[in-house]
């Protein structure tokens, strides 16, 4: 596997000479943060050596490079998805790859839905810590040691110092922001209303079907992470209504500026 990961970096940097500092993986119908980055390359993921395709709608499927808050960030468009059938050695793949290319942080946005019966569609969730629901585990199998420990330390899975510096941004530009726990699981079915209530009992505080691999291979191989959920809908009793995709894509395109702007400005500040 390890060959595969340098195999694909090695191709990127011989065709994009651009060293990026950050990686940033945007979520479901999150691409508009793109707008902000000033392009100076794309690479299309069906064009890279043992890279996964994009199959999700909402999910163009590339890579691109670029400054933004003067910073020289690659940016995942598209992401991997357990549910669509990848395994979590595919799901996590391009975040290695990203290492390879020499990303010092992660930066990471999804859509969730809310559990916390404080939360309301719109809110922003900073990820404080997750509960790692996902039947597979991306880690399982051999370990290669060049990657990480066998056994990573997971006591600070989201960088302390990232969730402050956000919620100062947030503060200062009037943003409202939540922080709390995000659990990640494999969908695609959204929740029954007796998950959504399971979910919050064991102490999350929104869910979605991402981030968590990612941001465990990323751990591994000792990147700090920071991620921060749209709450696109609510998993709280007598809030539940029929979810649709469209749904989340809607509710998610609505909060997206505020979101792109405390991403920004924390890329600018760290
Ligand atoms: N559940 C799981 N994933 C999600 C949800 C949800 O309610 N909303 C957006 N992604």
Request: one cysteine or more; aromatic letters at 8%.
């Amino acid at each position: 596997m390890l060959n595969e990961i340098i195999s694909s970096a090695e191709f990127i940097k011989s065709k994009v000479h651009f060293k990026p500092q950050y990686g940033i993986i945007l979520g479901t119908g999150l691409g508009g943060l793109v707008k902000e980055i000033e392009i100076k390359h794309e690479l299309e993921y069906k064009d890279i050596p043992n890279f996964p395709l994009s199959t999700v709608k909402g999910h163009s499927g590339k890579l691109i490079f670029g400054l933004l808050g003067g910073k020289n960030v690659v940016a995942m468009q598209g992401r991997f998805h357990y549910y669509e059938g990848y395994s979590m050695q595919q799901v996590v793949f391009p975040v290695r790859v990203m290492k390879f290319l020499g990303i010092e942080r992660l930066f990471i946005s999804n859509a969730a839905g809310g559990v916390n019966p404080g939360f309301s569609i719109g809110d922003l969730m900073i990820l404080k810590d997750h509960i790692n629901f996902f039947t597979a585990h991306p880690l399982v199998g051999k370990n290669d040691s060049e990657l990480g420990p066998r056994f990573p330390d997971m006591s600070e899975a989201y960088d302390k110092k990232m969730i402050e510096k956000a919620q100062q941004i947030a503060a200062d530009n009037k943003i409202k922001v939540q922080t709390g726990v995000y659990l990640g699981i494999s969908g695609p079915t959204f929740e029954t209303p007796a998950e959504y209530k399971f979910i919050r009992t064991i102490g999350a505080d929104a869910v979605g079907m991402s981030t968590v691999p990612e941001v465990i291979a990323a751990r591994h191989m000792n990147i700090p992470c920071f991620a921060i959920s749209i709450i696109t809908d609510l998993g709280i009793e007598n809030k539940i209504v029929e979810l649709t995709h469209e749904d989340v894509l809607r509710e998610a395109a609505v909060a997206e500026p505020k979101m792109s702007l405390i991403i920004r400005l924390l890329v600018e500040g760290c």
